[in-house]
């Protein structure tokens, strides 16, 4: 398995806009796109900072999914809302699985 941790400052008191992207994201995901899971997590020492831990089977399906054309014209509504609420660029973290339990 392989996973991929964001790490994502929210405009202050857009979390929920952030939490409603994430579930806009879920509805277009495609079965086959190897995703396992996705968790979403809110630092307790700063309310605007935002992770994402995203589980997928392995690198090379999680990036095939990320060029993936189904997903495109969905990911192009969402953009446009993420740069509205986010405060700058993600950050991408990525990760080999060892053990889950």
Same mark, same amino acid.
């Not at 190897?34 to 995203?54: C, F, H, K, N």
């Not at 060029?67 to 740069?83: C, H, K, N, V, W």
């Given at each position: 398995?392989?996973?991929?941790?964001?790490?994502?400052?929210?405009?202050?008191?857009?979390?929920?806009?952030?939490?409603?992207?994430?579930?806009?994201?879920?509805?277009?995901? =495609?079965?086959?796109?190897?995703?396992? #899971?996705? $968790? *979403?997590?809110?630092?307790?020492?700063? !309310?605007?900072?935002?992770?994402? +831990?995203?589980?997928?089977?392995?690198?090379?399906?999680a990036r095939a999914r990320e060029q993936d054309p189904?997903? =495109?014209?969905?990911?192009?509504?969402? #953009?446009? $809302? *993420?740069?509205?609420?986010?405060?700058? !660029?993600?950050?991408?973290?990525? +990760?080999?699985?060892?053990?889950?339990?």
């Amino acid at each position: 398995m392989w996973a991929q941790l964001q790490k994502v400052k929210t405009k202050p008191g857009r979390e929920a806009e952030i939490l409603e992207v994430f579930e806009q994201l879920r509805a277009f995901e =495609q079965a086959d796109s190897g995703l396992v #899971r996705t $968790t *979403l997590m809110r630092s307790q020492a700063d !309310p605007d900072q935002i992770y994402v +831990l995203a589980v997928f089977e392995s690198e090379e399906k999680a990036r095939a999914r990320e060029q993936d054309p189904r997903r =495109q014209s969905g990911l192009e509504r969402i #953009r446009a $809302t *993420l740069g509205d609420v986010m405060d700058g !660029p993600p950050e991408f973290v990525d +990760l080999s699985v060892l053990l889950e339990q």
